[in-house]
């Protein structure tokens, strides 16, 4: 399944919209907390197909800072499954050397879970392979908008000039300060649109849109995806001759 693919372009970060759950499992006449519990077989895949290939970092929107606004049952079960992965794959991750990071307003998070990610981010903290970054109770614009409040927090302060605000500036004050930014971008289910998930770093994303729903969105799938990215051509503004000489 992995031969074509180029060791040399393989992207450093991957994020994926993790969508199609509910509709598979409507699709197959069960409850959509079915799809969920399905899905969480795809994670397993794609974090091992990952680590396998050499991605540095893999982003996966796992919950939406708009998602808290789903029924309260579903809200529940969500967190019963995230609760449930924490407690049973941290120490495989561990000893993969995956290191497990969070990005969001992960304060929101029922204490229970908050405390079991704390943990496994604690634990996971001086892995060196590869970077499993969750989003969690994320959202874009709240995200710029927080970044926006905390340099206008320092410039007030004097720590900075208002002429020192730049793009890369901008960019250390976002929660993925220290990540590059997304080289692909995966969405499933057949929908097009980025759902204010990391609306600035993705500014030169490669974006790769699939029908496939996410519980069905497995190794070969992934395969496909990235070998769809090493044929594309990366120019960010610039022309083909100026990339190839």
């Known amino acids: ?30 409850p959509r907390v079915m799809g969920h519990r399905e899905g969480m ?10 680590r396998k290939v050499g991605v540095k970092v893999l982003t ?13 049952d579903e809200v529940s079960f969500l967190m019963k499954l995230l609760s449930e992965y924490l407690q049973k794959e941290v120490d495989e991750l561990h000893e993969k050397d995956v290191q497990i990071r969070a990005i ?15 943990a496994a981010i604690e634990k ?8 499993l970054n969750l989003a969690l109770s994320y959202g ?12 206008a927090q320092a410039v007030l302060k004097g720590e900075l000039k208002p002429s020192e605000i730049d793009e890369a500036l901008f ?3 976002l929660y993925t300060k220290d990540l590059p930014d997304p080289d692909l971008l995966i969405r499933t289910s057949g929908e097009m649109r980025l759902s204010n998930f990391l609306l600035y770093q993705t500014a030169y994303t490669e974006l790769y849109f699939t029908e496939t729903l996410w519980p069905d969105f497995r190794e070969e799938e992934f395969i496909k995806a ?18 190839h000489g």
């Open 1 to 30: 399944m992995i031969a074509g693919l180029d060791p040399a372009k393989i992207p450093a970060h991957v994020a994926i919209i993790m969508d199609g759950n509910g509709r598979w499992a409507k699709a197959r006449h069960l």
């Open 41 to 50: 077989k795809s994670v397993r895949a794609v974090i091992e197909t990952a």
């Open 60 to 72: 996966l929107y796992a919950f939406s800072k708009e998602n808290w606004q789903r029924p309260k």
């Open 104 to 118: 969001g307003e992960i304060e929101l998070l029922p204490a229970n879970v908050l405390e079991l990610l704390k």
């Open 124 to 131: 996971t903290a001086k892995n060196q392979g590869l970077i």
């Open 140 to 151: 874009g614009r709240a995200e710029i908008a927080q970044a926006a409040r905390l340099i």
């Open 171 to 173: 960019a250390r004050f």
């Open 226 to 243: 990235l070998k769809d990215y090493q044929r594309r051509e990366r120019r960010f503004g610039k022309i083909s001759e100026q990339i």
